[in-house]
């Protein structure tokens, strides 16, 4: 049976240059090769023009350089791009470019599909296939750059893991890809405009404050009454608010950044005042800020966005307890490319 070729970039920098010293070469070509793999993302080991071609074929007999693909791609009226991304198994996941003035973000998969039941998000309609590998996770970040130069004139700013999957039960691939994005061999871009948003697992959150990230943590809330979360987060039966809390506690002591809580209100699930009054006490744990987050439609009739008046309500209070608020407004609707949109519709 023939063997499987490894995926190249599955192994790092140092591997690479013994690679080379054990078949009777100078490691720097390891060196070499991992530039060509990361800073100038080489499609095919031909295009590695330092290396001879004898190399070059010798790489090829025992490596493969697996790439995304951009299948296909829908623009939305308001600038958001949305790509469906085919990976090497013909597996497919999403990304989203999301276009303001001032600034690109691009909204990354972690997963192909997802395994949390959020029952509001359409991804969870697709069960969870598999984690995403580092380099499936940067090239997506690379392909979006490209278009952010390409049709809003300025380089990606911005990255948000808010697509596809939780990206804290894919932990060592999504840190490695965030490794390879604010590295200086890979795109050098500033931990300090990644966001990772997870939906709250306690023990790997605890995890993350110990190993001493330089991104932002945001947590997906949307209840502070665990009745009421776990009816729409099945999983919180399993991580209640109070681990949740005691999470975030040791995650600002460790780190001592705040977290961003992203809030949906739909009515008639949590646009009362006691809804209002439990978001206020969580916000008190730890110093925080809240995303209220239109509700994307996914055609369920459990859900709606709440009024106007409801969101008011979460923004006065939190504004009279000065905790910092923001209420988004939505991008790429048209186009299904909005959170929690995400299912692979094409
Ligand atoms: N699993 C991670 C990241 C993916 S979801 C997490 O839960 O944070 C990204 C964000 O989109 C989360 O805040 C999620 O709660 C939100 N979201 C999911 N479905 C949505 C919908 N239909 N409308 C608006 N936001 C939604």
Redesign the pocket.
């Known amino acids: 049976m023939k063997k499987e070729k490894t995926d190249i970039r599955s192994w790092d920098k140092e591997a690479l240059r013994q690679f080379f010293v054990d078949n009777g070469e100078q490691a720097f070509r390891g060196n070499q090769v991992y530039e060509w793999l990361w800073k100038k993302g080489a499609h095919n080991f031909d295009d590695m023009t330092n290396l001879s071609m004898s190399t070059r074929a010798f790489l090829e007999e025992h490596f493969v350089i697996n790439h995304i693909q951009v299948d296909d791609m829908q623009r939305s009226n308001d600038g958001t791009i949305k790509n469906a991304v085919k990976l090497h198994d013909g597996l497919t996941v999403e990304s989203v470019l999301i276009p303001t003035a001032t600034r690109t973000t691009a909204c990354v998969s972690s997963q192909v599909g ?1 395994s ?1 039941n ?1 029952a ?3 991804t969870a309609r697709l069960k969870r296939m598999r984690n995403l590998n580092p380099d499936e996770i940067y090239d997506q970040v690379v392909a979006i750059d490209a278009q952010s130069r390409a049709y809003h004139h300025m380089p990606l700013s911005n990255i948000v ?3 596809m ?3 804290l039960m894919n932990y060592k691939n999504v840190l490695k890809s965030i490794e390879k994005i604010t590295g200086e061999e890979g795109l050098n871009m500033s931990p300090k405009r990644i966001t990772l ?3 709250g697992v306690p023990k790997m959150i605890k995890k993350l404050a110990d190993d001493q990230p330089k991104f932002n943590l ?1 947590l ?1 809330l ?1 209840s502070a009454i665990d009745s009421k979360r776990t009816q729409i987060m099945p999983f919180n039966e399993q991580f209640p608010l109070s681990d949740i809390k005691e999470a975030l506690k040791y995650w600002y002591d460790q780190t001592g950044t705040r977290v961003t809580y ?1 809030y ?1 209100v739909w009515k008639g699930i949590n646009d009362t005042e006691e809804d209002v009054h439990e978001l206020v006490k969580f916000c008190k744990v730890i110093p925080c800020k809240v995303n209220i ?4 439609s ?1 055609d369920d009739p459990r859900f709606e966005q709440a009024s106007s008046q409801a969101i008011q309500m979460y923004q006065n209070a939190l504004e009279k307890n000065r905790i910092i608020v923001n209420v988004r407004r939505s991008r790429g609707k048209d186009i299904d490319a ?4 995400l299912a692979n519709k094409k």
């Open positions: 997802c949390l959020c509001f998000c359409a893991f808010m697509g999957g939780e990206p948003s997870t939906s945001a997906s949307h992203e949906v987050i239109e509700y994307n996914i909005a959170c929690g949109q």
